[in-house]
């Protein structure tokens, strides 16, 4: 069992940047931050398949937003800039800690084994 507890979650205004991390218990491989905003599905923020592996994010994330991690401290980070009203929402850590998630499937929330309870980013315009 992996317990993953993601923190970092704030009020801001529109521009301002924010640093989520998710503190993993044990050893993981994939590693991604999903979000579910309120009346609407989750949905596939970033992910990245490991130190120096490939990084993904969702079209209206890139150039925003930076996923990275230290395996070191077994933690991921989502380092999100020029926050917008639209980013709000509930910021959920996944991770798989058997396998590395192929490309195709990074997006899949079935692709992730463990996850985190969440943390409320809200941005008011």
């Known amino acids: 069992q992996v317990q993953l507890v993601e923190s970092g979650g704030a009020l801001v205004q529109a521009g301002d940047s924010l640093r989520l991390s998710c503190a993993a218990s044990?050893?993981?491989?994939?590693m991604a931050w999903f979000r579910q905003a309120p009346g609407k599905a989750r949905e596939f923020v970033a992910a990245?398949?490991?130190?120096?592996?490939?990084?993904v994010y969702e079209d209206s994330v890139k150039g925003r937003f930076t996923i990275s991690r230290d395996n070191a401290k077994n933690t991921l980070y989502l380092q999100m800039n020029s926050l917008k009203p639209d980013d709000t929402a509930v910021y959920h850590c996944?991770?798989?800690?058997?396998?590395?998630?192929?490309?195709?499937?990074?997006?899949?929330?079935?692709?992730?084994?463990?996850w985190g309870r969440g943390t409320q980013v809200t941005v008011s315009s």
């Open positions: 996944a991770a798989n800690a058997y396998t590395t998630v192929i490309l195709s499937n990074l997006r899949n929330e079935g692709a992730y084994n463990y």
């Open positions: 044990g050893r993981t491989t994939t």
């Open positions: 990245s398949r490991g130190v120096g592996g490939n990084t």
